[in-house]
């Protein structure tokens, strides 16, 4: 959970040195694109 927390924060920030605002406004949609990519790697892992 740590991991993808962290990667979610990474994200945001990306997103605020982008576009600008608060690093908190971001967040939300980091979490969601944070939580695909587990699972994708998740997935990955998985079937090989």
């Known amino acids: 959970m740590k991991e993808i927390m962290t990667r979610a924060w990474k ?16 967040i939300s949609e980091a979490l969601k694109e944070a939580w ?7 997935e990955e892992n998985t079937s090989a």
């Open 11 to 26: 994200i945001a920030k990306q997103g605020q040195s982008k576009f600008g605002g608060k690093v908190s406004e971001y």
């Open 36 to 42: 695909f990519e587990y699972r994708s790697n998740k």
